[in-house]
């Protein structure tokens, strides 16, 4: 798909009807992996559940209801990042945002994987309203790993409408 294209249209899809193929989940998640980090640390991990008892599962022990609904058939994908190294030197942090480079770096690598995942003709919905302590239970999260979002990923069932933006001149300055 050509570049702007994808841009404007990409959405935040709530109705899925079907998931994703592993073949096309593993081309999306190595695209991601391509995104740009702190000293190149790559801290960014992702947990990619396809198998759909374990996809049931976490979706009603780690997802809110409406969260749940909006993604069901879509395969989901929590993404994580190693803490206390991007951002850090010598073991401190070498500057006030801290692991906050670390969520930044996840940032990306998820921004690299929804586009990745339009490019490949499917949608996706970032949630980062979820129960990370279920999540870090079912699927085994270590504890040195912050975990953010999930993702879910499928073929669209719904035709969302453009959600509008601020003002550009709100947002952006030119100095
Ligand atoms: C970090 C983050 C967390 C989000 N969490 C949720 C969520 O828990 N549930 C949901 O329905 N949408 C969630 N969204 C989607 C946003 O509501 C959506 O991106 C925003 O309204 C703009 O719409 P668009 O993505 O269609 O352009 C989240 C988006 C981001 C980037």
New binding site residues.
């Given amino acids: 798909m050509e570049f702007k294209q994808l841009i404007d249209e ?3 899809v ?1 109705k899925y009807e079907s998931g994703i193929t592993h073949e096309d989940l593993e081309t999306i998640l190595r695209a991601a992996q391509r995104a740009p980090s702190w000293g190149n640390r790559q801290t960014s991990k992702c947990y990619a559940v396809e198998t759909p008892e374990t996809l049931e599962e976490l979706r009603a022990a780690a997802l809110p209801e ?2 749940q609904k ?1 993604s069901t058939n879509a395969v989901l994908v929590v993404t994580t990042f190693v803490k206390d190294i991007v951002g850090f030197r010598d073991g401190t942090p070498a500057n006030e945002i801290g692991n906050g480079w670390g969520a930044y770096d996840l940032g990306l690598h998820d921004a690299f994987l929804i586009l990745a995942a339009k490019d490949l003709g499917y949608d996706t ?6 129960d990370s302590a279920a999540i870090r239970e079912k699927i085994c999260i270590p504890d040195n790993e912050e975990i ?2 999930v993702i879910a990923i499928g073929k669209r069932a719904e035709e ?1 409408a ?2 509008p933006r601020k003002d550009f001149e709100e947002v952006v300055s030119f100095i």
Avoid: E, K
Avoid at 125 to 130: A, C, P, S, V
């Fill in positions: 990409r959405r935040s709530r409406g969260n909006n919905l970032i949630m980062g309203m979820r953010l979002s969302p453009v959600r």
